[in-house]
């Protein structure tokens, strides 16, 4: 009897741990996925996607957070793209981050159903990028890094499992990456200038 609160007590401190945004392998490659990144995707209202990420076969999840340079200075606008795959059917939602006199909030942007063309045309796209190849990524040079640059974080979940992939999209723009970046943001009526890139 006297162990029961004791083992209560575990279980609920134990079920309280905060879950990182992003795997042990991602932080320990760079630690702007904990500082930064992951704060970033929180006050977006996003979930970590790499905890259970093993889903059925035909689902998929896509999330492509843009964070301009100016973000870690003066806290100017992140956008977040999420896109839920499932048997042909997937839905598009997109949020960015408002500042305004020292007042926080988060505007939707987007918000509608993809159709089966515009997905096809989004995997085909998914399919030449190749912006998953390694399951934990980076299209820059080791030891790259500005505060000048909008970045781009490329998530993806899957039946095989999750990787993220990390670009200075604004200084380092890949032919073979772009047409995929900028169907994205098309998906969600957004303009490279508005996600400053």
């Known amino acids: 009897m006297i162990l029961l609160p004791a083992i209560l007590l575990a279980i609920s401190s134990a079920a309280e741990v905060p879950v990182s945004m992003f795997p042990s392998d991602a932080i320990e490659s760079n630690n702007n996925y904990r500082d930064w990144y992951g704060p970033e995707l929180e006050r977006l209202g996003e979930i970590p996607l790499w905890v259970d990420s093993r889903v059925a076969p035909g689902k998929q999840t896509i999330r492509f957070t843009f964070i301009p340079g100016a973000t870690r200075i003066v806290g100017r606008n992140a956008t977040v793209i999420r896109i839920e795959i499932e048997e042909g059917k997937g839905r598009l939602i997109a949020r960015t981050e408002i500042y305004d006199h ?3 909030s988060i505007r939707e942007v987007a918000g509608k159903s993809l159709s089966p063309t515009e997905i096809i045309k989004l995997q085909d ?7 998953w190849k390694f399951p934990i990524g980076t299209w820059e040079e080791p030891g790259q890094l500005s505060i000048h640059c909008t970045e781009l974080l490329m998530e993806r979940r899957q039946h095989s499992g999750y990787a993220v992939s990390h670009i200075l999209i604004s200084c380092n723009q890949p032919n073979r990456l772009m047409p995929l970046v900028d169907y994205i943001t098309e998906l969600a009526g957004q303009k490279r200038k508005d996600l400053r890139y």
């Open 102 to 104: 020292r007042k926080h």
């Open 125 to 131: 796209l998914v399919d030449k990028a190749d912006p």
